[in-house]
């Protein structure tokens, strides 16, 4: 097994460590619930309108207002952000030391795989999320990726293309650690359907995974990939 699968085994360690099953089941169920309520409002108001126009923001900020009503513990809380320049809010749920954010990627009927288009793809979707949540990528936001100290995340639920008649729930749910530079691609880009297995083989024996010592080992990897590119 390379470096990079074994970061990527131990980061997923790491955000089971900090962010408990159940919690994470809370804001699945949460994006579920939220994806219906949004559809359901779309299709009773706009009978003529295209949801080309009213669809994404109308998910987006349906999702942000469900998780914004989770209730919060010492361990666990979301907040409501406004984006700089203001106009738009995103709830920024902490959990332990990482930071998670949440935006809605319109796709087509099958989430993103790792193929040799990868990284013209991780592209695309950074363009999107900058589009979308302009605040995160700006030197005001909460750093992504590996700070100094807290890991920030992503939580992606994918929506079809707008074109298709129904946006009821998401075809795919996708967890994301982008580099700290974000355009320069991702740690970790899974289903999260495989995070739960990570859940499943520790069992309640979460193992201890300190997190300077996974930041560290993530930003020699940032080093190496970006020398290593500018070696292409």
């Given at each position: 097994?390379?470096?990079?699968?074994?970061?990527?085994?131990?980061?997923?360690?790491?955000?089971?460590?900090?962010?408990?099953?159940?919690?994470?089941?809370?804001?699945?169920?949460?994006?579920?619930?939220?994806?219906?309520?949004?559809?359901?409002?779309?299709?009773?108001?706009?009978?003529?309108?295209?949801?080309?126009?009213?669809?994404?923001?109308?998910?987006?900020?349906?999702?942000?207002?469900?998780?914004?009503?989770?209730?919060?513990?010492?361990?666990?809380?979301?907040?409501?952000?406004?984006?700089?320049?203001?106009?738009?809010?995103?709830?920024?749920?902490?959990?332990?030391?990482?930071?998670?954010?949440?935006?809605?990627?319109?796709?087509?009927?099958?989430?993103?795989?790792?193929?040799?288009?990868?990284?013209?793809l991780l592209g695309l979707i950074n363009k999107r999320l900058e589009r979308q949540q302009p605040d995160l990528?700006?030197?005001?936001?909460?750093?992504?990726?590996?700070?100094?100290?807290?890991?920030?995340?992503?939580?992606?639920?994918?929506?079809?293309?707008?074109?298709?008649?129904?946006h009821s729930s998401p075809i795919g749910v996708t967890i994301a650690v982008p580099y700290s530079d974000p355009?320069?691609?991702?740690?970790?880009?899974?289903?999260?359907g495989q995070l739960w297995q990570y859940y499943s083989e520790a069992g309640d024996e979460i193992e201890d995974?300190?997190?300077?010592?996974?930041?560290?080992?993530?930003?020699?990897?940032?080093?190496?990939?970006?020398?290593?590119?500018?070696?292409?």
């Amino acid at each position: 097994m390379n470096q990079a699968e074994l970061n990527k085994k131990e980061l997923c360690r790491f955000i089971c460590q900090e962010l408990p099953s159940h919690r994470l089941q809370q804001m699945l169920e949460s994006i579920e619930v939220a994806f219906q309520k949004s559809d359901s409002h779309l299709k009773e108001t706009y009978k003529h309108v295209p949801l080309a126009g009213p669809g994404p923001q109308s998910h987006h900020f349906t999702v942000q207002e469900a998780l914004l009503s989770l209730p919060k513990d010492e361990n666990f809380e979301v907040s409501n952000q406004v984006t700089k320049p203001a106009g738009g809010h995103y709830a920024l749920v902490r959990a332990g030391i990482m930071q998670i954010t949440t935006s809605v990627i319109t796709m087509g009927r099958t989430p993103p795989i790792r193929d040799a288009r990868f990284r013209r793809l991780l592209g695309l979707i950074n363009k999107r999320l900058e589009r979308q949540q302009p605040d995160l990528f700006g030197i005001s936001a909460s750093p992504l990726g590996p700070s100094q100290d807290a890991l920030h995340a992503l939580l992606l639920p994918h929506t079809t293309k707008w074109s298709e008649s129904d946006h009821s729930s998401p075809i795919g749910v996708t967890i994301a650690v982008p580099y700290s530079d974000p355009q320069a691609g991702f740690h970790l880009f899974i289903d999260v359907g495989q995070l739960w297995q990570y859940y499943s083989e520790a069992g309640d024996e979460i193992e201890d995974i300190a997190y300077p010592t996974l930041r560290d080992r993530m930003r020699r990897a940032e080093n190496r990939d970006q020398i290593e590119g500018g070696n292409e």
